[in-house]
């Protein structure tokens, strides 16, 4: 194979399984999120590149390193972008079609491909796809409590087991402020000692420094004590933090409180959560949101809080369990010569109309091959028609699975398929 047929460094094919899983994953999370009355939104995949520069943050490694540009630019000069996530996407589509007139809260959930240029490895892709949820207008603890849930109940529902959910408050922006002023305080005199990353972070987001995966970083900022202790928060941010938690608490969810978690988004105050799984090794969180309480005042000046999540989804995939996959035929029509072929190819649309998936050769197969091809693809029953059936208005049913046939008469045979289904 000559190598400019090679798919795209980064990117991954699904096979006809793992497209079944996939889509399984897809049905399931629907159905939980319209149980929770969240409304289905689909947005493009390309945007203008100021979208997530002035939401996601610019000294945020998306907007450093890996949001994909599109040579050409708009109508208005701006650089086109393929989306990296979907929080500021959704943003731009509520402030643009100005749905806070008409709906003081909404419901979103979209899910679709993102794209950044990682540097592929498990967990990991340039192209992968997004189960995101973003609930608009509300400050209450309760909406931060639902969120956590919803997330929850998908894995679940999904059959993601052993996964463990990390929480944490990061304050209202002038928490964070402070925050990030008290951080720089306590390790400028270790500034030095950290990774490149983090001393490159240290004066432009040393809030990332805190989830830092270097054993030496982990080891400096452990006994912080303004973190454990969460006194970085205001007294209103730490009251709503302990509803949450004592929500959770009510409902016996399990969970982990993180002084650590950050998040690596500019957009993020008040909650925040991970749910992670130990199958996915370093990158190990399955999805992850918070609050933005503050993003939609920074692009519109409309005071509107909001919370959400995205879920990454061949991330579950790696943690699923084995899923039963079923690519089973019901009925595999098998014919011998050219006027059994129209006979065949008749009741093949007959047979469709009536909710069988069904198939018939198409290669002029010999019949032995024919009803070889149709074992190898699961076939639960066989329809042969030759010569003599055409005679008689007959033909022969064989019941793959019993291994057993019978003569059935053309005008009977949705009846006894439906007898023996």
């Known amino acids: 194979m000559e190598k400019t047929y090679l798919k795209v460094y980064g990117t991954y094919d699904f096979s006809v399984k793992e497209t079944f899983i996939f889509n399984n994953i ?14 289905e939104i689909i947005l493009p995949i390309l945007e203008k590149e100021n979208v997530f520069i002035r939401s996601i943050g610019t ?6 390193k890996q949001i994909f540009m599109i040579k050409r630019k708009d109508e208005d000069d ?7 996530e979907g929080t500021a996407q959704v943003v731009r589509y509520y402030l643009e079609n100005s749905i806070y007139k008409t709906n003081d809260f909404s419901k979103f959930f979209y899910i679709g491909p993102m794209f950044r240029g990682e540097r592929p490895q498990k967990g990991r892709l340039r192209q992968f796809h997004h189960i995101g949820v973003e609930a608009v207008g509300s400050k209450s603890p309760f909406l931060d409590a639902e969120i956590i849930i919803l997330a929850l109940k998908i894995l679940e529902e999904i059959g993601v087991k052993d ?20 951080i720089r305080e306590k390790l400028i005199n270790k500034k030095t000692e950290l990774c490149k990353i983090c001393y490159e972070r240290f004066d432009k987001n040393p809030l990332r420094i805190l989830d830092c995966k270097e054993e030496k970083c982990r080891e400096i900022v452990k006994n912080l004590d303004i973190i454990k202790e969460k006194s970085y928060l205001c007294k209103d941010c730490l009251v709503d933090y302990k509803k949450v938690i004592d929500i959770l608490n009510s409902l016996n969810i399990s969970y982990v409180d993180n002084p650590f978690l950050v998040r690596g988004l500019d957009y993020y105050t ?5 749910i992670t799984s130990k199958k996915l090794g370093a990158q190990n969180a399955i999805g992850a949101g918070g609050r933005y309480n503050n993003l939609i005042k920074d692009l519109s000046d409309i005071d509107i809080p909001a919370i959400g999540f995205a879920l990454g989804i061949e991330r579950i995939m790696l943690v699923l369990d084995k899923i039963e996959f079923s690519d089973k035929i019901d009925v595999y029509i098998a014919t011998i010569g050219e006027s059994a072929k129209y006979k065949g190819f008749s009741l093949l649309s007959k047979l ?5 998936i069904s198939d018939i050769d198409f290669r002029d197969k010999s019949i032995k091959s024919q009803l070889r091809y149709a074992q190898k693809n699961n076939a639960k029953f066989v329809i042969i028609i030759g010569p003599d059936e055409l005679k008689n208005n007959v033909f022969i049913l064989k019941d793959m699975e019993k291994s057993f046939q019978v003569n059935v008469k053309e005008d009977e045979i949705f009846l006894k398929l439906k007898e023996l289904c």
């Open 59 to 64: 000294t945020t490694d998306i907007v450093e």
């Open 270 to 274: 008040n909650t925040v959560f991970e």
């Open 78 to 84: 701006e650089k086109i972008v393929l989306r990296p």
């Open 26 to 39: 897809v049905e399931k999370a629907k159905k939980i999120l319209k149980r929770f009355s969240y409304k």
């Open 352 to 356: 469709r109309e009536n909710g069988f």
């Open 163 to 182: 996964k463990i959910l990390e929480i944490n408050s990061l304050g209202c922006r002038k928490d964070k402020e402070n925050f990030s002023k008290t």
